[in-house]
């Protein structure tokens, strides 16, 4: 099982990125995707999560900018960022709990993380 993120890349302030996560490899069911990101000399923080029916939850300072959304038939979460700031500089992380077809319980994986680097 496997988490390939993809669409970081350097913006200026105001700007938009788009990324994306697949998920792929040995999965019977994929409960919870989520971003998560960590910036230079910080812990990692979660910045938004999607269950399989829709709903989702941001962080504070990313609401009302950034939009999660999953494609359940791809086994794909998305972060569209918009009026991106110099603070959401980080690399930013897919992660998801997946149950596989040789475990019956949930286990959560991590994506390989992408930067983003928003610039003033």
């Known amino acids: 099982v496997q988490l390939q993120a993809s669409g970081g890349g350097l913006v200026q302030a105001g700007g938009s990125l788009r990324l994306s996560c697949a998920a792929s490899g040995n999965i019977a069911s994929i409960n919870v995707m989520g971003w998560y990101r960590q910036a230079p000399g910080k812990q990692r923080e979660l910045v938004a999560t999607?269950?399989?029916?829709?709903?989702?939850r941001y962080a504070d300072s990313v609401k009302g900018r950034f939009t999660i959304s999953r494609d359940n038939v791809k086994n794909t979460v998305y972060l569209q960022m918009n009026s991106l700031k110099p603070e959401d500089t980080a690399i930013y992380y897919c992660?998801?709990?997946?149950?596989?077809?040789?475990?019956?319980?949930?286990?959560?994986?991590w994506g390989q993380g992408t930067q983003v680097t928003v610039s003033s």
């Open positions: 999607i269950l399989g029916g829709g709903g989702a």
């Open positions: 992660a998801a709990t997946m149950t596989t077809f040789s475990a019956s319980y949930d286990s959560m994986y």
